[in-house]
């Protein structure tokens, strides 16, 4: 079955951009919903969105500086976050649909982003 | 304050059953969308434990299960096993938020 693993810098100075890659393997990127969750120490999960051409939607509390994309050639889904704070440290997950629901079947482990100068 | 709510913690023995509520509203469970239950345990990404109020992905044992009525959904475990010791979330489609909300997230402890 299809996995996911995060990856990301671990470590990103407040106001900058948080850049993380979630690579698809034993399968393929295209024709299917990606979605990013995060969730700060010791809290609960929260979507910040879902990514398909021409069907993405975006927590609306971060939709300002979210933005989704693939890139099918390396099999990779991308979250960027702009103008990171305190509030956006957290585990992030890279998740997309179990067959024939929209639960999220297929998890990656999480990269943790610690947002600190 | 997460759209769903559910109890911060709950208890049991093993061997017992317990029941973890998911409280919406009419613009999530209540409007018809589907409720899915997820297991977390210390470290790991969640794991789907229902999808669609309740239907159990393959591996699943069937004590777990999964149940709607109105604007509230409950996931119930019976036979608890101190493995079942873990954060339990719920999750929907919230329409007013066009987007996916999650519940607060439940702590079992199994005594």
């Not at chain 2, 789907?48 to 992905?57: C, E, G, T, V, W």
């Not at chain 2, 004590?63 to 019976?78: D, E, P, Q, V």
Request: hydrophobic share 30%; with cysteine.
């Amino acid at each position: 079955q299809v996995q996911l693993q995060e990856s990301g810098p671990g470590l990103v100075n407040p106001s900058e951009t948080l850049s993380l890659t979630c690579t698809v393997s034993r399968g393929s990127i295209s024709h299917s919903y990606w979605t990013w969750v995060r969730q700060p120490a010791g809290k609960g999960l929260e979507w910040i969105g879902r990514f398909y051409p021409g069907d993405t939607h975006y927590n609306p509390s971060l939709k300002s500086r979210v933005t989704m994309s693939i890139d099918a050639s390396m099999n990779q889904f991308s979250l960027r976050l702009t103008s990171v704070t305190a509030a956006d440290t957290a585990v992030y997950f890279c998740a997309t649909y179990a067959p024939g629901s929209d639960a999220f079947g297929i998890w990656g482990r999480g990269t943790g982003v610690t947002v600190s100068s | 304050q997460s759209v769903l709510t559910q109890p911060p913690s709950l208890s049991g023995a093993p061997g017992q059953r317990v029941t973890i509520s998911c409280t919406g509203s009419s613009s999530n469970i209540g409007a018809g969308y589907d409720v899915h239950w997820y297991q977390q345990l210390p470290g790991a990404a969640p794991k789907l434990l229902i999808y669609a109020n309740n239907n159990r992905p393959s591996g699943v044992p069937d004590r777990f299960s999964g149940s709607n009525s109105g604007t509230s959904a409950a996931l119930a475990i019976t036979g608890l096993q101190a493995d079942d010791e873990a954060q339990y979330y719920c999750q929907s489609y919230d329409t007013s938020l066009s987007g996916v909300v999650f519940g607060g997230g439940t702590k079992l402890t199994v005594l």
